[in-house]
């Protein structure tokens, strides 16, 4: 089963798929995680790409498609794929249903974890002090949910039109959340 998480920075989308990694024993696809390993490696992709990140804004499609290809090759996570910050663009859409679509596998379930703007910068503000991430901080919080709601809209409205598609109240708390994903899911 291949799951795609979405929905605005803040909105949980980590959580729950750490939640699902360990309850379908399958693998977790942060765009964000492999861009920030990236950056502290120092290598030319991380050189590239984080004038972009610290400002809240997207990375190329490019970069971030060119990531995801091996993993999505790599038959030990094949249908075990939990997809978290990824497709955040049409192109990056269209261009996971190409290589899911080469590899014979298919997307069953796509979550938005819809969450208003007030509630993502109190979360993004407590993630701060926890996680300690150079992105967390009001300005680029708030950048990077206008970057979001603008870029990421169309994907959004692509995706709500699939059968597969569940929208979920981001502000209800984590645990619930996650009960109405695994209901949903019947697990
Ligand atoms: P995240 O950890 O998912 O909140 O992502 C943190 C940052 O990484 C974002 O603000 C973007 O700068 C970059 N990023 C992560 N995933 C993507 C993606 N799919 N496309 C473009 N940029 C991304």
Redesign the pocket.
């Known amino acids: 089963m291949n799951i795609i998480i979405f929905g605005p ?2 909105a949980g ?2 959580t729950q798929a750490k939640n699902l990694v360990k309850k379908l024993n399958s693998f977790q696809v ?7 390993a990236e950056i502290k490696k120092d290598t030319e992709i991380g050189k590239a ?1 984080i004038t ?2 610290n400002e ?6 490019e970069i ?1 498609n060119s990531l995801l290809k091996n993993i999505i090759f790599d038959k030990k996570k094949s249908n075990k794929l939990i997809f ?6 049409l192109n ?1 859409a269209k261009n996971l249903e190409i290589l899911l679509n080469k590899s014979n596998q298919e997307i069953n379930f796509i979550f938005f974890l819809n969450v208003k703007k007030d509630d993502i910068v109190k979360r993004i503000e407590k993630r701060k002090i926890l996680e300690k ?1 150079s ?1 967390d901080n009001a300005d ?1 919080i708030l950048k ?1 949910y206008d ?1 979001y709601m603008e870029i990421t809209k169309p994907v959004l409205e692509y995706y709500s039109k699939n059968p597969n598609f569940h929208e979920i109240d981001g502000s209800m708390e984590i645990g619930n959340i996650s009960e109405k994903i695994e209901e949903i899911l019947k697990l």
């Open positions: 920075p803040g989308k980590g942060s765009t964000g995680d492999m861009l920030r790409i972009n990140m809240g804004k997207f990375v190329d499609d971030v978290d910050g990824y497709p955040r663009t990056q991430r992105d680029t990077r970057t």
